[in-house]
């Protein structure tokens, strides 16, 4: 299993731009996460998703937006990019089956300038 | 609502001293708690978790409800445990479905 994959690695956009951050899983989880990581602020919850179809808001949604419609895949859009999501980006995914273990992704690295 | 908090935003300890990674959360029902752990450039992976009560590198975690804790202990600090740790909690959120929150991490810097 490849388990969580992220693609880019690393981006530079310029303000204004607007781009996809990808991610996939194959294990079958059903539920999928968006975090970002900025320097001594921890992780913080984007979006989530329970299912395929299914996504909720996490704590900093603004300026984002996904979709869930295969159980595999989980894109993290950016609609006209800002300096202020510069940051880390992290995805997961768990299951029951785990006991809600999460698996991360090796992360997305996204300056805005 | 859930949340977890780790006091500490850095702690620095000398190779062999006790390390002591503080946890506190607040939940109304039957939490699940993990330690994450983040070494340099890499992703995050479980260190732990509460249910299974196991050791992971010489690293353990005893969830107190009574003090709503889940402090990381190890009893002596070795350079490889330099790394970034987050606490985190797994509960029911109002509908139905399983939420996932972290805390803010702790970095742990173990000097030689």
């Known amino acids: 299993n490849a388990g969580v994959t992220q693609t880019p690695k690393f981006r530079i956009l310029k303000i204004g731009q607007s781009m996809t951050l990808q991610c996939a899983q194959d294990m079958n989880h059903n539920y999928m996460y968006w975090y970002r990581q900025d320097p001594g602020m921890g992780l913080k919850l984007i979006y989530y998703?329970?299912?395929?179809?299914?996504?909720d808001k996490g704590e900093v949604p603004n300026g984002y937006n996904v979709s869930r419609s295969t159980t595999e895949d989980f894109p993290l859009r950016l609609e006209l990019a800002a300096p202020s999501q510069t940051s880390v980006y992290f995805c997961?995914?768990?299951?029951?089956?785990?006991?809600?273990?999460?698996?991360f992704g090796p992360g997305t690295r996204l300056t805005v300038t | 609502a859930q949340r977890v908090t780790q006091p500490e935003k850095l702690l620095s300890v000398f190779k062999g001293a006790p390390v002591e990674l503080k946890c506190n959360y607040s939940y109304s029902g039957s939490p699940e708690l993990f330690w994450y752990v983040q070494y340099s450039r890499q992703r995050l992976q479980l260190l732990l978790r509460h249910i299974s009560r196991e050791s992971i590198k010489g690293f353990t975690a005893d969830l107190n409800k009574g003090e709503t804790s889940f402090h990381l202990k190890k009893p002596f600090a070795q350079e490889e445990d330099s790394a970034m740790y987050y606490c985190a909690l797994s509960g029911r959120n109002s509908g139905g479905y399983q939420k996932v929150t972290f805390g803010i991490g702790t970095k742990l810097q173990v000097i030689p």
């Open positions: 997961a995914s768990s299951s029951s089956q785990t006991g809600y273990e999460q698996y």
């Open positions: 998703s329970v299912g395929a179809g299914i996504t």
